[in-house]
């Protein structure tokens, strides 16, 4: 047993588990922050994806030992003051939502993506998504909604 101490969604969280736990099972499970899903538990379709220090990491396959003193968001942690992120509003306004399942990974993806690189051609949009997988085959309006919260953002930095 050893006890983590991080930065969840703005929060200091301390959790006394085993260290190996993975970051999934300590979120879900002692948590109760439940966005981040476990899809195939090898990291390979990244619906378990969050941000730890800004980066999408795969949840499922990091220990939570790794997230000591970092600033971990998930789904939840992204809106503020009740208004969507544009990246999440994209979204909706592009229907990429369908089933649901796979969208927290994809909307954190995306997010890292653009906080990177905040003008990202198609091809790297589809090159850094790719991984993330949907079972629904929503590719073509995942790809326009990034593009769209791209827009919006640079209009915002104007």
Do not use: H, W
């Not at 200091?12 to 948590?31: A, C, H, I, N, Q």
């Amino acid at each position: 047993m050893a006890t983590v101490v991080f930065t969840l969604n703005g929060e200091t969280k301390s959790v006394t588990t085993d260290p190996g736990r993975t970051v999934l099972e300590v979120l879900r499970e002692d948590l109760d922050v439940t966005g981040a899903k476990y899809g195939c538990g090898e990291g390979a379709c990244r619906a378990c994806v969050v941000l730890v220090d800004d980066k999408a990491v795969t949840s499922c396959q990091t220990p939570l030992s790794k997230i000591e003193g970092k600033r971990v968001v998930t789904v939840e942690g992204l809106a503020r003051a009740d208004a969507l992120t544009p990246v999440q509003q994209a979204f909706i306004d592009e229907g990429a939502v369908q089933c649901g399942y796979c969208v927290p990974g994809m909307i954190l993806t995306a997010t890292a993506l653009l906080n990177a690189n905040p003008q990202p051609t198609r091809a790297q949009i589809v090159n850094f998504m790719d991984g993330n997988i949907c079972r629904c085959t929503n590719y073509p309006n995942i790809i326009r909604a990034i593009e769209r919260a791209a827009t919006q953002l640079q209009g915002a930095a104007k």
